[in-house]
C-alpha cells in the first residue's frame, strides 16, 4: 500500500516562510511527477506546483518567484518552500505523485492527507 505524508503546515506571519515536506512511502517501484495542490476554504483545490522525475518545474502565476518545489529521488519526497507568504495563501495544502507500485503495474494517482498553511497576523 502507498502512501503520501505531508508535514511542515502551521502559522506564519505575512512575509514569513514555511518548508512543506511530503514522504512516499510502501510499495513503490517508480514515482513519476509529483505536485502540489491546495485548497481554500470555500474555493475549488487548485495546482501550486510540479515537477518531473527529471526536476523539471511548474508553478501557478501566483506563487511563481516565492514558492520553490524540489524532490529527493533517492528518499521518495518532495518539498515545497514558501517565502513571502500572504494571507491569500492560506490554505490546505495537499501532495499528490503518480506512482508505480510494481514493475508490472501501471501508474496510479496518490494523494496525501493535507497539512494546514495559515497567514496571518
Known sequence: QVQLVESGG???QPGGSLRLSCAASGNIFSIGIM?????APGKQRELVATI???GITNYLDS???RFTISRDNAKNTV??????????DTAVYYCN?????????????YW????QVTVSS
Open 10 to 12: 502551521g502559522l506564519v
Open 35 to 39: 505536485r502540489w495542490y491546495r485548497q
Open 52 to 54: 518531473t522525475s527529471y
Open 63 to 65: 506563487v511563481q518567484g
Open 79 to 88: 518539498d515545497l518552500q514558501m517565502h513571502s507568504l500572504k494571507p491569500e
Open 97 to 109: 505523485a503518480d506512482i508505480r507500485p510494481t514493475r508490472s503495474q501501471a501508474n496510479n494517482n
Open 112 to 115: 496525501g492527507q493535507g497539512t
